[in-house]
């Protein structure tokens, strides 16, 4: 027999044997091997070895399987090898030790492991200064992460993509990268994929360049990490140099010529290089030859050849004034240069970059002096002249002068020389140069002529008048001369053959200076002035003029007469008194009020003996002050002046009105007293009163009072009362002429109440409700108050206060249709009460009824339009108002109808000081106009019952004891039948569910 059992997933197959013992068929079992020991699998990518040590028993085979491979195999040795695998994949291994009938098999031994992963492909490194980025292919039908491994830097991280960055490296340095693919279970590997790379150099720092004319020399900062050599390229000629250190000397270059110098650091595989690091730089121009210069007085022409290389410019330095010029040619022309100075000219190629210099070549050379400029000659005396000159732009110089009459050659330092030993008036020529400091290079000369001075005048005279003056003078002997004649201070200059000239148009009162002098030939050569002073007579004063100072003084004045500066004679007619002043005015004191003087006034030269024509001037002087000054009689309009009578023949007075804002009239009289008529009322004036002397123009001293107007009624002043607001309105047209203020009081007040000019009207607050009060206006001003205006004036009403709470009823009768109560009036303190209005509703859960319920009728109540309704308006005859509810009575448009029986109502009472209805108040068809009626309404009442109307009560008395005795038979009925029932139930022994 063959049993087959199944235990962990392994199906064991079971043989059983029979014997014949005594006619019976005994079953005969095989033993069962025992378990393999010490099973260890070692995998690889597609197979794996599997061993382990036999059982107890010998004699045995094994099986062995491979479950997620579905592999069975058999064997008799204690090894087996399994083919076939998928790599990175769990495998569960199992071995089996079987009897020799090839049935019976022990217990099976399990292990479970994954194959090696394949190894990883196509790894590739790609690597930067300071990190690798790697890639590869994943091993084909592997489920796997991945372990990388940096060898030299000592880093190892896992992945599960087929790429990995990895940081924190060294530049130039060689790495050991390798991945390895590892199963689930993070333990079996495979084969790692292996790659050696250097990481990328970094590029050099701080290159420098030095050059001369052929080389270079280039010096640089090796970069951070490992070690490198450098290649060197002089990419323009395509060289290439290399070095282990960190400077080169690249020579064989040709002058003034760009080179690009590049510079890379190469890592020791002599393939992995970091970024370059190029410069770019000329090396050095040589040196011009057969440098020359050619000199102007501002200008130098300077040549040279050009040097051996490549294109340059040229920088030309001018020493002397540090000017630099640049020229792409071999020549150049300086110029703005000083005269007469010496340069250094120093010239440098440049290479095109405009930087980088050959050596200079220099030469030295003095410009051209200038030719002197501004040459005076002034003929010094009779014998001798004086040459003078400006030295000319440039530098320091020396001057040759020539002496053209008889060739004689003086030599200066100076820009002036003196030259002496000549005849009087005679001409001259000479000619002058200047000469640099190398005593050598001579400007061009420059020729002067010049006479010597004429002899001296004799016997000058001068005969003045006012305007003119006559001067004559001795002829000179022996020269050619003519003669002129100079007034000194003046721009007049005359000249003449004569020994005499008229001079005209001359200032009066002036102090003249007449000079004459021989001139020479050429009209310019002088010489030595003859002088004599001279005043001319002054004019007469002009514009004169007199004041009167004072009572005792007077102030006479007038403009100086046209001439020179004068002082003044004033004559006192009246007592042939004499004062002399320097000014063009002059105070005269000590003299009578109101009084006429006469003056003469004449003006004198400053020798004080030449004497002008005399001016005479009358003049008063000022009478005395107005004393007693009053203001006597005040109205709203005129102000009554008054004074004491000021001593003095013909003496008046002036006076002047003023407001505070300007001038307002003037007004004369010859009497002691004046009413100013006209002004305005509630105005300050000032009044300034003066005597005026017998000519009508000489004022006394003012005397100024100030008065004011009494102040003017407000106009068309009246009040209003609004309705709703216990105030009161003021209004009024201002009053004439000013006012500071209006004052207001009201009767039954403690206020005064203020209005300033901004407004015409004033508002009273905080008053009664229809109440009547006295309104008096009072005008404020500088002067008295104004006389009162009176107002009579009423607050307007507003809605009366009713009673806090329900409605306090007072009943007196209730029937069913009708209810009849009294209350208590309301007050009457915001206004007379006009009108109760009634209201009655059945809804029973209303506290107070709301404005529309005064628009509702009785009608509106039983169309059951509204639960409140309006059922009658009275007028208040007593304290105590009486009303009947339900009577039918008619109210303007409300009725009032009967009430309900049994039914539960409600009272609320509305108080008027002002009912207004929707039409005329006598059409019966009206309602109240809630918007314009002043009203309050009460709380509704407590509940008042109606009963029931009498003849109802009898018949429901009876109806109700017949329905009383018809239920009572029912019951009776009732009852018999159901204890009937009960014993035929109880006979039949069947029983009944019975809820109680």
């Given amino acids: 027999m063959e049993l087959f059992v199944t235990t962990g997933g392994i199906a064991f197959r079971i043989l059983l044997g029979f014997f014949l013992i005594s006619n019976f068929q005994v079953p005969f079992v095989q033993s069962q091997p025992g378990p393999v020991g010490n099973l260890t699998v070692v995998t690889s990518t597609t197979s794996a070895s599997l061993s382990w040590t036999t059982t107890a028993q010998s004699n045995v085979s094994y099986i062995v399987m491979v479950v997620e491979a579905n592999k069975t195999s058999s064997t008799n040795s204690t090894s087996a090898n399994v083919t076939g695998l998928i790599p990175a994949t769990r495998y569960t291994f199992t071995v089996s030790a079987v009897a020799q009938d090839n049935q019976t098999v022990g217990s099976n031994a399990i292990i479970i492991k994954y ?73 079996t590997v495979g084969s790692s994929a292996t790659i050696i790379k250097y990481t990328i150099p970094d590029t050099v720092g701080n290159l420098t360049f030095m050059a001369s004319t052929t080389s270079a020399s280039l010096s640089w900062n090796p970069p951070n990490g490992g070690n490198v050599t450098y290649r060197v390229q002089v990419v323009d000629i395509g060289r290439i140099l290399w070095t282990n250190i960190s400077s080169i000397n690249v020579t064989d270059l040709t002058p003034a010529t760009s080179y690009t110098f590049s510079v890379t650091a190469v890592a020791l595989d002599n393939q992995t290089e970091g970024s370059n690091v190029t410069i770019t730089q000329y090396t050095q121009p040589g040196t011009v030859g057969n440098l020359k210069v050619i000199v102007s007085n501002t200008s130098a022409a300077v040549f040279w050849n050009p040097p051996y290389g490549g294109n340059v410019t040229y920088k030309v330095m001018v020493w002397g004034n540090g000017e630099i010029f640049w020229t792409n040619s071999s020549s150049i022309n300086v110029t703005d240069l000083f005269p007469a100075t010496n340069y250094t000219f120093r010239v440098t190629a440049v290479t095109l970059d405009n930087q980088t210099e050959g050596i200079s070549a220099t030469i030295t050379r003095y410009t051209l002096p200038n030719v002197i400029v501004n040459p005076t000659s002034v003929a010094l005396s009779t014998s001798s002249i004086s040459l003078n000159w400006n030295q000319p732009i440039g530098g320091s110089v020396t001057y040759k002068v020539y002496l053209l009459n008889n060739g004689t050659v003086v030599l200066t330092n100076m820009p002036s020389i003196n030259v002496t030993g000549l005849m009087p008036a005679t001409s001259y020529r000479f000619s002058v140069s200047a000469v640099a400091q190398d005593n050598k290079t001579e400007g061009n000369n420059v020729t002067m002529t010049q006479y010597t001075k004429p002899g001296p005048i004799g016997n000058l005279t001068v005969t003045a008048s006012s305007t003119f003056a006559l001067v004559s003078w001795n002829l000179l002997n ?34 003249y200076t007449f000079r004459v002098t021989a001139v020479a030939l050429d009209n310019q050569t002088e010489g030595s002035s003859a002088t004599i002073e001279q005043y001319t007579l002054p004019n007469v004063i002009v514009n004169p003029t007199s004041v009167a100072l004072s009572t005792s003084s007077i102030s006479l004045s007038w403009s100086p007469p046209y001439g020179g500066s004068v002082t003044y004679r004033v004559y006192l ?15 005269v004191t000590g003299l009578m009020p109101a009084t006429s003087y006469r ?16 001016v005479t001037i009358t003049q008063y002087t000022k009478p005395v002050k107005v004393e007693q000054l009053n203001t006597t009689t005040i109205t709203e309009t005129s102000i009554l002046l008054s004074w004491h009578q000021v001593q003095g023949v013909n003496v008046s007075y002036k006076i002047i009105v003023l407001d505070q804002q300007s001038y307002i009239s003037t007004f004369y009289t010859s009497t002691s007293f004046f009413n100013v008529t006209g002004l305005s009322s509630g105005t300050s004036f000032s009044f300034n009163v003066t005597a005026l002397a017998a000519d009508n123009s000489t004022e006394g001293y003012p005397n100024t ?93 507003s809605s009366p206060p009713v009673p806090s709470g329900p409605l306090n009823l007072n009943v007196k009768v209730i029937t069913y249709q009708t209810v009849t109560f ?60 009486t009303v009947i509810i339900g009577d039918g009575t008619a109210y303007y448009g409300y009725t009032n109808g ?99």
Avoid at 158 to 181: D, H, K, R, W
Wanted: charged share 10%.
């Fill in 115 to 187: 194959t090696k992963p394949g190894p990883v492909g196509n790894l590739t490194v790609v690597t930067s200064t300071t990190s690798a980025s790697l890639s590869w292919t994943t091993p084909a039908q592997s489920n796997v992460s991945y372990i990388v491994m940096v060898v030299e830097a000592n880093k190892t991280s896992s992945t599960n993509s087929t790429s990995a960055n990895v940081t924190g490296l060294i530049p130039a340095t060689s790495y050991t990268f390798t991945v390895t693919a590892v199963a689930q279970d993070n333990q």
């Fill in 478 to 511: 022996g020269s050619s001369v003519t003669y002129r004649v100079m007034v000194v201070g003046t721009s007049k200059i005359f000249w003449t053959n004569s020994s005499s000239i008229t001079v005209t148009d001359l200032i009066p009162a002036t102090n």
């Fill in 573 to 587: 007619l009246n007592s042939g008194t004499v004062l002399l002043t320097n000014m063009p005015s002059i105070n």
């Fill in 599 to 614: 003056f003469s006034v004449s003006a004198v030269a400053q020798d004080n003996k030449t004497e002008g024509n005399n």
């Fill in 705 to 797: 009072i100030t008065g004011c107007t009494n102040a003017a009624q407000v106009q068309n002043a009246d009040c209003f009362g609004p309705d709703n607001n216990p105030v009161l309105n003021i209004t009024w047209q201002p009053p004439s002429g000013s006012y500071s203020e209006i004052n207001i009081s009201i009767s039954n007040t403690q206020g005064l109440y203020t209005a300033f000019p901004s407004n015409n009207f004033y508002t009273v607050y905080n008053l009664k409700y229809a109440a009547n009060y006295t309104i008096r206006i009072t005008t404020i001003s500088c002067g008295e108050k104004s006389s009162d205006v009176v107002l009579n004036c009423k607050t307007g009403i």
């Fill in 822 to 881: 009294v209350f208590k009036s309301f007050s009457n303190e915001n206004g007379n009460i006009d009108a109760y209005a009634v209201i009655v509703t059945s809804d029973t859960g209303s506290t107070t009824p709301n404005n529309l319920s005064l628009t509702k009728t009785y009608t509106d109540y039983n169309n059951k339009n509204t639960d409140s309704y309006v059922t009658a308006i009275i007028t208040p005859v007593s304290e105590e108002p």
């Fill in 898 to 996: 009967v009430l309900a029986a049994t039914k539960a109502y409600r009272i609320a009472v509305a108080a008027f000081t002002k009912l207004t209805l929707s039409g005329n108040r006598a059409s019966n068809g009206n309602l109240i106009d809630t918007a314009k009626s002043y009203f309050s309404i009460t709380q509704f009442s407590n509940t008042i019952n109606i009963p029931e109307n009498p003849a109802v009560i009898g018949g429901a008395v009876g109806g109700t004891l017949a329905a009383l005795l018809i239920l009572a038979l029912l019951t009776a009925i009732l009852f018999i039948y159901w204890k009937r029932r009960s014993k035929k139930l109880s006979s039949s022994g069947n029983t009944v569910p019975f809820n109680k």
